[in-house]
């Protein structure tokens, strides 16, 4: 059934609702195919990295950019790590903290991608304009403030540790 058929049959937040899970599933299977050394999670790790212009971040900098837990981040560093696409080195300010860097292999890894990459994102945004664009990103952000709303009430405001790895 696709998503449109869904759409017609089921009142439209629920259908909404799943086609989140289905877009997620599809995008990671694809993601995955994608690049040779690496999964859609652990790229979307390096890609997060590269917002970070000031200071190399924590995994609990990444996990708070990437929208999931402290210990899924230190999960995905430690495959990087193995792969040699990051490196983790002690703060020299606070030598409890661990800083993250991106190692030659993944600079190298990103240039070798940067042409495939714009295609595949030429083709995944065909036919939706900017301004689509916006609204979509508008939509979604409101969304993840509810869950992140929601999150807060159900886990009664708890987070994880504060300390980093």
């Not at 994608?34 to 999964?39: A, L, M, P, Q, S």
């Not at 606070?94 to 292999?105: A, V, Y």
């Not at 065909?126 to 609204?135: F, K, L, Q």
């Amino acid at each position: 059934m696709t998503a449109r058929e869904v759409s017609l049959r089921m009142e439209k937040r629920y259908a909404l609702f799943g086609l989140f899970f289905a877009f997620h599933n599809r995008l990671q299977a694809v993601g995955d195919s994608f690049y040779e050394e690496i999964t859609c999670k652990q790229f979307f790790l390096l890609a997060c990295m590269n917002l970070y212009t000031e200071e190399a971040p924590t995994a609990m900098e990444l996990a708070g950019t990437m929208g999931c837990s402290r210990q899924s981040v230190k999960e995905i560093l430690n495959s990087l790590e193995k792969k040699d696409f990051v490196c983790l080195q002690a703060d020299p300010k606070d030598r409890r903290k661990r800083r993250i860097f991106l190692t030659e292999k993944a600079k190298a890894m990103a240039e070798q991608y940067r042409e495939k990459e714009a295609v595949f994102m030429k083709r995944l945004y065909a036919d939706v304009t900017d301004v689509d664009i916006e609204c979509i990103y508008e939509v979604l952000s409101h969304i993840e403030n509810n869950l992140k709303e929601i999150s807060e009430t159900l886990i009664g405001g708890a987070h994880e540790s504060s300390s980093d790895i």
